[in-house]
T-cell receptor, first 113, second 115 residues
Framework: EAQVTQNPRYLITVTGKKLTVTCSQN?????MSWYRQDPGLGLRQIYY???????DKGDVPEGYKVSRKEKRNFPLILESPSPNQTSLYFC????????????FGPGTRLTVL | AQSVSQHNHHVILSEAASLELGCNYS??????LFWYVQYPGQHLQLLLK??????LVKGIKGFEAEFIKSKFSFNLRKPSVQWSDTAEYFC?????????????FGSGTRLSIRP
């Protein structure tokens, strides 16, 4: 079954404690992306990756890092989380250049106290 | 820069009522347009898309949308809503070319259907 998985699904943490949210896809997609969803703001892109070892900033990259060492995985790293990063995070993947093939993960609800 | 506006933040309807959700985008060139749906507690799913051709596109679950280029609009419609349509709806735009994979989302419209 084609899918994008994220872990953890829920996370409560404290300010400054480094965390990683994992994202994995089994469709051999080149393009992967991270979004955050906030009420009234929709989804905003944090980072994206066109392929292995190729990553770039989206619209709201501050406070986040990513890596793409393997095609299937695209972890999101918060080195020093702050309360304004409390949000719902979605990972997505697609065939590069075919946005209509975009699959979304189930989401990770992060609370930073 | 591309942007998408959804002016209705929350729409409340009774079952069997007709639905129209507004979406306007700003971009001068060729665009691809999408509507996504997010049911409570679930991830986003593609409802329908417009790339080219007939400006009236039909999607899943009886939804349709009309692309009006002169108005930069891509409104979503359904003739008769059901309780199960309760969800959040996102309009989105993508520009072919250098950012061919990037999708810009609107802020979303929450649809509540009264049984």
């Amino acid at each position: 079954e084609a899918q994008v998985t994220q872990n953890p699904r829920y996370l409560i943490t404290v300010t400054g404690k480094k965390l990683t949210v994992t994202c994995s896809q089994n469709m051999n997609h080149e393009y992967m992306s991270w979004y955050r969803q906030d009420p009234g703001l929709g989804l905003r892109q944090i980072y994206y990756s066109m392929n292995v070892e190729v990553t770039d900033k989206g619209d709201v990259p501050e406070g986040y890092k990513v890596s793409r060492k393997e095609k299937r995985n695209f972890p999101l790293i918060l080195e020093s989380p702050s309360p304004n990063q409390t949000s719902l995070y979605f990972c997505a993947s697609s065939i590069a250049g075919y946005p209509d093939t975009q699959y979304f993960g189930p989401g990770t609800r992060l609370t930073v106290l | 820069a591309q942007s998408v506006s959804q002016h209705n933040h929350h729409v409340i309807l009774s079952e069997a009522a007709s639905l129209e959700l507004g979406c306007n985008y700003s971009y001068g060139g060729t665009v691809n347009l999408f509507w996504y749906v997010q049911y409570p507690g679930q991830h986003l799913q593609l409802l329908l898309k417009y790339f080219s051709g007939d400006p009236l596109v039909k999607g899943i679950k009886g939804f349709e949308a009309e692309f009006i280029k002169s108005k930069f609009s891509f409104n979503l419609r359904k003739p008769s809503v059901q309780w199960s349509d309760t969800a959040e709806y996102f309009c989105a735009v993508n520009a072919p070319g250098s950012s061919a994979s990037k999708i810009i989302f609107g802020s979303g419209t929450r649809l509540s259907i009264r049984p």
